[in-house]
């Protein structure tokens, strides 16, 4: 298993541009979820999925999208980026709990984002 | 609301000696606490987990963290570290739920482990 890859490892935008961050597991996990990470504040949530088709947002969702089209994709859209978005995103996937409490969480390697 | 406190941005230590890395949190409820490592350039991987039980837990690497309800802490401890070990750790928590599991991060220690 390849476990959870993200494309693209690095990216550097221009204010304003679009983009697309990729990511796929194939663990045939349920739950996925994007994080971004900032120095001094630790890993915040940004929209999760608990399945395909369905998603919602987490503690920092403005300024992103995400759709889960498929059990294996988690795409998370920069519609117009800002520097304020300069930062490493992570995303992860868990199996849903079938009667357990908590599953874990596993996490790719991070897209390091920059926007100028 | 959840939250979790490191207590720590920064721990250098000698190769060989013990350390503790420090995690308070704050909840009204019952919660589920881990540490998780990041390696260089890397993503997060799950270094050991407290969902109920014995408070004192032990993960890999040879790193331990002890659950203390009253003083709602969760500090990891390792008796002897090893260059190898230098890595930034975070501490989380979460609710129990049957549901997804909202990590909530603390701001990380950055262990530094010099010969």
């Known amino acids: 298993n390849a476990g959870v890859t993200q494309t693209p490892k690095f990216q550097v935008l221009k204010t304003g541009q679009s983009m697309t961050l990729q990511c796929a597991q194939d663990?045939?996990?349920?739950?996925m979820s994007w994080y971004r990470q900032d120095p001094g504040m630790g890993l915040r949530l940004i929209h999760y999925?608990?399945?395909?088709?369905?998603?919602d947002q987490g503690e920092v969702p403005n300024g992103y999208n995400v759709s889960r089209s498929t059990t294996e994709d988690f795409p998370l859209r920069l519609l117009s980026a800002a520097p304020s978005q300069t930062s490493v995103y992570f995303c992860?996937?868990?199996?849903?709990?079938?009667?357990?409490?908590?599953?874990?969480?596993?996490f790719g390697p991070g897209t390091r984002l920059t926007v100028l | 609301a959840q939250s979790v406190t490191q207590l720590d941005s920064q721990v250098p230590v000698f190769e060989e000696a013990p350390v503790e890395l420090r995690c308070n949190y704050s909840?009204?409820?019952?919660?589920?606490l881990f540490w998780y490592v990041q390696y260089p350039n890397q993503g997060l991987q799950l270094l050991l987990k407290?969902?109920?039980?014995?408070?004192l837990v032990k993960g890999i690497n040879g790193f331990e963290a002890e659950f203390n309800k009253s003083q709602t802490s969760f500090h990891l401890r390792k008796p002897s570290v090893h260059i190898s070990d230098t890595a930034e750790y975070f501490c989380?928590?979460?609710?129990?739920?049957?549901?997804?599991?909202?990590?909530?991060f603390g701001a990380g220690t950055r262990l530094a482990v010099h010969p």
């Open positions: 663990m045939n996990h349920e739950y």
């Open positions: 909840s009204s409820v019952s919660v589920y």
């Open positions: 999925s608990v399945g395909a088709g369905i998603t």
């Open positions: 992860a996937s868990s199996y849903s709990p079938s009667g357990r409490a908590y599953n874990e969480q596993f």
């Open positions: 989380a928590v979460t609710l129990p739920s049957g549901g997804y599991n909202k990590l909530i």
């Open positions: 407290y969902l109920s039980g014995s408070t």
